[in-house]
């Protein structure tokens, strides 16, 4: 039978189910996919909170909706850092980045089409969950590489000793679970 931690994210409750990371840890997995009422609403308290940004910056995959509901309600647009390299990507920057969910390294890319549409830009970096800051860290990097200014990082939950970081903006803590 599973397990669930019981959170409220912009006034709407949700049940996040619990899955191990290891024999010492669980997580409680915030999948924003299909919340449509919740997308909507954590995205207009989020903006509430940002400064004034140019252009929206997300790694690939569980943040994209988030960073699309964020550039629709500010009209603003929006990036995404890809996983691989595709075919239309040309002299793609590339960064490592190992993140608590995946538990192995994986690669980050913005292609040079991309990396015109933020050189001098202000960038808001949106993510879904911010745990160790391992892919906060390596969208940063590409923030900078990329010859941007970074506006700030964002994200709905901030999980662990993330909500102590003073460097990040967010709506909620999400607890670990240690066993």
């Known amino acids: 039978m599973s397990e669930y931690y019981t959170m409220k994210i912009s006034g709407l409750e949700r049940n996040l189910e619990k899955f191990p990371v290891n024999e010492k840890l669980d997580i409680a997995a915030f999948i924003i996919f299909g919340d449509v009422e919740l997308t909507v609403k954590g995205c207009e308290e989020l903006?509430?909170?940002?400064?004034?940004?140019?252009?929206?910056?997300?790694?690939?995959?569980?943040?994209?909706?988030?960073?699309?509901?964020?550039?629709?309600?500010?009209?603003?647009?929006?990036?995404?850092?890809?996983?691989?390299?595709?075919?239309?990507?040309?002299?793609?920057?590339?960064?490592?980045?190992?993140?608590i969910t995946t538990k192995k390294k994986q690669k980050l890319y913005l292609g040079e089409t991309e990396v015109k549409k933020i050189k001098g830009k202000r960038v808001l970096i949106v993510d879904d969950v911010i745990s160790t800051g391992e892919s906060l860290e390596a969208v940063r990097q590409l923030v900078k590489e990329a010859g941007a200014i970074e506006a700030a990082a964002c994200a709905f939950l901030a999980e662990g000793d993330a909500a102590d970081r003073k460097d990040i903006i967010f709506l909620e803590k999400l607890p670990l679970f240690f066993k």
């Open 47 to 99: 903006l509430k909170k940002v400064p004034e940004f140019d252009v929206i910056l997300t790694p690939e995959a569980k943040s994209i909706p988030i960073a699309y509901e964020m550039a629709r309600q500010s009209c603003k647009p929006y990036i995404i850092a890809r996983k691989g390299v595709k075919v239309y990507m040309r002299n793609p920057l590339e960064v490592t980045v190992t993140s």
